[in-house]
Each structure stands twice: as C-alpha cells, then as structure tokens.
C-alpha cells in the first residue's frame, strides 16, 4: 500500500502541501511477529496510537449466500451457528484489538446491502441511531438481527463511509477508525467505465481523507478481491492514504495455531491506522470541523419485537 509515496514525497520536495502529503511509513513500522492480541495492541500503543474510536459497518448483500462456497463450506457467510461466523470472528479480533483505545466502549454499528437499504441508506443496529455497548453487544445485536433481514444489493460502500464521516463530523473531529466488513466488491462496471457504485464509494473514500477517519475493508469469503486492492493503492486524489483492505479468508485459511492467525489479521488490518492518526494530526483534521460534507441519517433497524420500536421517522 502506498508504493508510490517516495517518488510524489521526492516530486514535492521543495514545496510540499499539506493536502497532497502521504503517510510517511516512518510511523508506522509494526514487527509482524505476535502471537497475541494484546502484542498487537501494545505494538500500536508503541507505535503513537492515542486514542480511537471504532465504527462498524456489516455486508448484508444477497451475494452473502454463496461466496462461502469454498471457505465456508458452503453456508451463507452470514450462519448463525454455534460457533462464530467470519462476520463475528472479524468484529471479536478488532473489538479486542482496539477496546484500549476506546475511551466510551460506544460503537455505531451499521448494516447495508439489505431489502430496506440496497445502495442507498444504512440501518442502525438500535433504533434511534444508538451506539452498541462494547463489541460483545456488537455481537449479540448482530445475531438478533441476522435472522429478520432479507439479503439484497447491490453493493456500495459509499453510504457506510459516509455515515461514518457525519459521526466523525458531530464529534468535533474526533478520530476514528471505519471497519467495514464485506463478501465482495462493489456493483461491476462496464465496457464503458465504472459502475455508479464504485464511482460514488471512490467519491466517498476521497472525501472522507478531509476527515480524522481510517478506513478498514476487511474482506470474507472466497472473493474475488481485485477492485478492493485497487482502492487500497490507486485513488491519487486523497488528502492522505485512509483505506486499508485485508483478505481475511486468506490470513484465517494458513495451517498456524489460531491465536497467531488472530494476531496476523488485526496487525494487518490495524498497522497503518498509527502513521494514519498521525497524519490527521500534521495535516490539522483532528478536532475540526469541516461543515460541508454529507450528512446522513440511519434507518431504523429493519427487525420486528420490542426493542425495535423507534419514534424516529
């Protein structure tokens, strides 16, 4: 990620611009040997993250039912089963990692993708847009809600990371960090150029690098990957390098015990996320407020029973 950041630093070097600076890899240089959680958490201590604040949004794409075919055993990836889904394995492993840095243990959590949401809208997880309470009731809202929704699409990630900027937006610029978990790629373009989907999540990927927000895409399922690999390396325009995709079927498949598994999909997930944070501070996007940026309100979640009623419209 970021191959090309010493050549433009090189090309700038006489008058270097704040909104045109990449990520200086001097930050964020992790060791990738752990074999806990806790290590890893440490190692982005160490490395100069202070304070984050996470977000999730979840994949509720029709495409879900069969892109476990190979990895899942074909089960739709979103299973509710004894054990933990890839969606659940996703959310425990970064929860744990990134618990230390929250200060109010609160976590937005959002699903699209769904019957109610296509590529338009998120819902909540709680009606009235109200936060989970640590990434344990992440995980048990998420298994109430599984069963009541009907997969849909097609796929845009661009209503979640814009969410996500009005959060960030509302807090006064306080950093955070978007953890975005999904089966595959956005709607496929054409012979004739990019489909309005990957266009608008572009969109949205550059107008979320004027934000104090990192961008986690953590990607399930059997793939395939490609236009998730060309959004980590080749959106040029953003004010600094916010987007950050991990193959997490291919770390969890490795024949190595499960903790150093866990361990290599939050480092590769998260080791970026300090020389990102640092970047908001030199570029001056912590603590401030931009006022021209979308502002979207969240559905209700799309569930039946008593905790679903809302009196917002």
Same mark, same amino acid.
Request: a neutral charge; hydrophobic letters at 35%; proline letters at 5%.
């Given at each position: 990620?970021?191959?090309?950041?010493?050549?433009?630093?090189? &090309?700038?070097?006489?008058?270097?611009?704040?909104?045109?600076?990449?990520?200086?890899?001097?930050?964020? $240089?992790?060791?990738?040997?752990?074999?806990?959680?806790?290590?890893?958490?440490? &190692?982005?201590? =160490?490395?100069?993250?202070?304070?984050?604040?996470? %977000?999730?949004?979840?994949?509720?794409?029709?495409?879900?039912?069969?892109?476990?075919?190979?990895?899942?055993?074909?089960?739709?990836?979103?299973?509710?089963?004894?054990?933990?889904?890839?969606?659940?394995?996703?959310?425990?492993?970064?929860?744990? @990692?990134?618990?230390?840095?929250?200060?109010?243990?609160?976590?937005?959590?959002?699903? $699209?993708?769904?019957?109610? @949401?296509?590529?338009?809208?998120? +819902?909540?997880?709680?009606?009235?847009?109200?936060?989970?309470?640590?990434?344990?009731?992440?995980?048990?809202?998420?298994?109430?809600?599984?069963?009541?929704?009907?997969?849909?699409?097609?796929?845009? +990630?661009?209503?979640? %990371?814009?969410?996500?900027?009005?959060?960030?937006?509302?807090?006064?610029?306080?950093?955070?960090?978007?953890?975005?978990?999904?089966?595959?790629?956005?709607?496929?373009?054409?012979?004739?150029?990019?489909? !309005?989907?990957?266009?608008?999540?572009?969109? &949205?990927?550059?107008?979320?690098?004027?934000?104090?927000?990192?961008?986690?895409?953590?990607?399930?399922?059997?793939?395939?990957?490609?236009?998730?690999?060309?959004?980590?390396?080749?959106?040029?325009?953003?004010?600094?390098?916010? +987007?950050? +995709?991990?193959? $997490? @079927?291919? !770390?969890?498949?490795?024949?190595?015990?499960?903790?150093?598994?866990?361990?290599?999909?939050?480092?590769?997930?998260?080791?970026?996320?300090?020389?990102?944070?640092?970047?908001?501070?030199?570029?001056?996007?912590?603590?401030?407020?931009?006022?021209?940026?979308?502002?979207?309100?969240? =559905?209700?979640?799309? !569930?039946?029973?008593?905790?679903?009623?809302?009196?917002?419209?």
């Amino acid at each position: 990620m970021g191959g090309n950041s010493s050549r433009e630093q090189g &090309a700038k070097h006489k008058q270097p611009s704040f909104s045109q600076k990449k990520v200086e890899k001097k930050y964020s $240089f992790i060791a990738d040997s752990y074999n806990s959680l806790e290590q890893v958490t440490e &190692a982005l201590s =160490r490395a100069g993250l202070e304070s984050s604040n996470l %977000i999730v949004g979840i994949d509720f794409t029709k495409s879900n039912e069969w892109t476990g075919s190979k990895s899942y055993h074909s089960r739709s990836l979103h299973h509710i089963g004894n054990g933990l889904n890839p969606y659940e394995q996703a959310i425990s492993i970064i929860g744990k @990692t990134l618990a230390e840095f929250d200060e109010d243990n609160l976590i937005p959590c959002y699903g $699209f993708g769904d019957a109610t @949401t296509q590529d338009q809208h998120v +819902f909540s997880f709680y009606p009235e847009d109200r936060s989970c309470n640590g990434f344990e009731d992440v995980m048990g809202r998420y298994r109430e809600i599984v069963p009541q929704l009907t997969l849909a699409g097609p796929t845009s +990630f661009a209503p979640v %990371i814009e969410q996500a900027m009005t959060i960030v937006e509302k807090s006064g610029g306080q950093y955070h960090v978007l953890l975005i978990i999904a089966d595959g790629q956005v709607g496929n373009g054409t012979v004739h150029g990019k489909s !309005i989907q990957e266009k608008k999540t572009v969109d &949205a990927i550059v107008q979320a690098s004027k934000l104090p927000l990192s961008i986690v895409l953590v990607g399930v399922g059997d793939g395939p990957w490609d236009m998730m690999k060309k959004f980590d390396d080749n959106i040029p325009q953003r004010d600094f390098d916010n +987007f950050q +995709f991990v193959n $997490f @079927t291919e !770390i969890m498949s490795k024949n190595v015990p499960l903790n150093r598994k866990e361990a290599e999909f939050a480092l590769t997930a998260l080791m970026e996320i300090p020389s990102q944070y640092k970047a908001t501070i030199e570029l001056q996007l912590l603590g401030s407020r931009r006022g021209n940026l979308p502002q979207r309100v969240a =559905r209700p979640p799309p !569930i039946r029973g008593p905790s679903s009623v809302s009196s917002s419209k």
